[in-house]
């Protein structure tokens, strides 16, 4: 019979890449998509139009009874939480809410899996994040973050993801679930929503591109991130789950790229060389041949508090789990601005 699996946030960016990869492998796939919607409803219709395959199912993270219920009937091999307050900006704005869903709503699953008399059966993949990390303030900092190295979140995302890390090994050596948590380094791609600064540069490049936006507004551009692409994270999340004992991984590429060499790659994908002029919040891109400018910095994208750089060391899942990244970094930018490019045509 063919594994069943619950996914989490399957409308999101991984949510969607991992549908794609167990699909692929004969699972059937079951995917938690949020709210009362009817099958009429517009994100539930562009849901099932874009993922065929998946059988949504209505929950909330926040909702015990209806995740119970949903693993009860569903009784899945394998349970992918993808779901999460997602963006570390947001999270400043409404804290109370990130920790619900980002930190509670990890125990409401390991909970529903657990009351459902699954937990020696059912495996559990819990999307923790590089946020949980504060900077490279510990004392490797040639080779980047580990599985080992110490916490120190600087956002209500950070910690509310720490907590669901925390509570996921808690459960682990508890009650001897298969629960193992994913330390995910930045994964960008296609799929990645336009309120993220990787995915809205694409998309301002390609509409700066096709006549449609003068310029884009960004906040830091030095902020230094280790980005790969989502579609070679979600194997690496798979794989976790078909060790026989749970674990906790890393998964980075072990590189470190400015948000300034972001824009610099993407501008050069439609044949613009970025120029740099000024400092600080004055500073602005233009471009070499004409002057034109083409990039400004917004003081209001600035967030109270800053993760300057952000390294990995995917050594761990490298060697355990054969996983290993087939999109480098200056790949991803032009897959995404080629992609927007088509999409906004």
């Known amino acids: 019979m063919a594994k069943k699996a619950l996914i989490t946030g399957i409308a999101g960016q991984d949510g969607g890449h991992l549908a794609k990869l167990l699909h692929e492998k004969g699972y059937e796939v079951y995917g938690v998509i949020r709210g009362q919607l009817e099958a009429s409803h517009p994100r539930y219709v562009a849901v099932k139009e874009e993922m065929p395959y998946v059988n949504l199912v209505m929950a909330d993270l ?13 009784k899945p091999d394998e349970v992918y939480n993808l779901a999460a307050i997602s963006h570390v900006g947001y999270s400043f704005r409404d804290p109370i809410l990130t920790a619900d869903v980002t930190g509670k709503g990890v125990l409401n699953v390991l909970e529903a899996i657990r009351l459902s008399g699954l937990e020696k059966t059912t ?9 949980m990390f504060g900077g490279l303030d510990y004392n490797r900092p040639d080779k980047g973050y580990d599985e080992d190295a110490l916490f120190h979140p600087r956002s ?3 910690v509310a993801k720490l907590y669901g890390h925390w509570i996921t090994k808690n459960y682990r050596e508890s009650y001897g679930m298969h629960a193992s948590c994913g330390i995910l380094f930045n994964h960008e791609g296609e799929r990645r929503g336009p309120e993220f600064v990787t995915r809205k540069i694409s998309k301002s490049v390609a ?16 902020s230094k991130r280790d980005w790969g692409y989502a579609g070679d994270y979600v194997e690496g999340m798979w794989r976790m789950l078909q060790q026989d004992e749970p674990g906790d991984y890393v998964l980075a590429t072990g590189e470190t ?17 970025i120029e740099w002029q000024g400092e600080g919040p004055g500073e602005i891109g233009l471009d070499k041949a004409s002057g034109k400018t083409l990039i400004k910095i917004n003081p209001d994208f600035f967030r109270p508090a800053e993760v300057d750089i952000l390294l990995g060391d995917p050594t761990k899942a490298e060697t355990a789990l054969g996983w290993e990244r087939k999109v480098d970094f200056p790949g991803l930018v032009k897959l995404m601005v080629e992609h ?4 906004e045509a």
């Not at 926040?62 to 569903?74: G, H, P």
């Not at 003068?214 to 030095?222: A, K, Q, R, V």
């Open 207 to 222: 509409r700066i591109k096709l006549g449609l936006q003068e310029c884009i507004e960004l906040g830091n551009l030095d």
């Open 62 to 74: 926040t909702d015990l009874s209806a995740l119970t219920r949903a693993v009860q009937e569903i």
């Open 123 to 131: 495996r559990f993949y819990q999307a923790s994040t590089s946020e």
């Open 156 to 158: 209500p995302y950070g």
């Open 257 to 273: 790229h400015t948000i300034r060499e972001f824009c610099e790659i993407a501008f050069r994908e439609i044949g613009i060389e």
């Open 340 to 343: 927007d490019l088509k999409a």
